[in-house]
């Protein structure tokens, strides 16, 4: 199970901090990402972590967003700086029962696991 906190109302310059906790004990060897859905728009891939330590990012969050892992804790949790209007989505943290090939990383559908979501909202 995977749960999601953390979002919130920011303006725009602002930051937020989302968290997503794990309750499975083999946590380390998944493939952990978040993915965001704004109003309208489908779902796309925001930040993923993979087990060796590798992190790939959306490109239009690169230098803004830092996702970090914590495998004795079990949680990622994505740093988010300089927010903007057009961050606004609801969030979802996500893993994958694997290592994922890079190729695959950004594909909802390789990641078993969903969070129920958490809401960001970037007022200008």
């Known amino acids: 199970q995977l749960q999601a906190s953390g979002g919130g109302l920011v303006q725009a310059g602002g930051s937020l901090r989302l968290s997503c906790a794990a309750s499975?004990?083999?946590?380390?060897?998944?493939?952990m990402a978040w993915f965001r859905q704004a109003p309208g728009k489908e779902r796309e891939f925001v930040a993923g972590?993979?087990?060796?330590?590798?992190?790939f990012y959306e490109n239009s969050v690169k230098g803004r967003f830092t996702i970090s892992r914590d495998n004795a804790e079990k949680t990622v949790n994505p740093q988010m700086n300089s927010l903007q209007p057009a961050d606004t989505a609801v969030y979802y943290c996500a893993a994958a029962q694997a290592v994922l090939i890079v190729s695959t990383i950004r594909d909802g559908r390789q990641y078993q696991y969903w969070g129920q979501g958490t809401k960001v909202t970037v007022s200008s």
């Open positions: 972590f993979r087990s060796g330590g590798n992190t």
């Open positions: 499975d004990r083999t946590f380390s060897r998944y493939t």
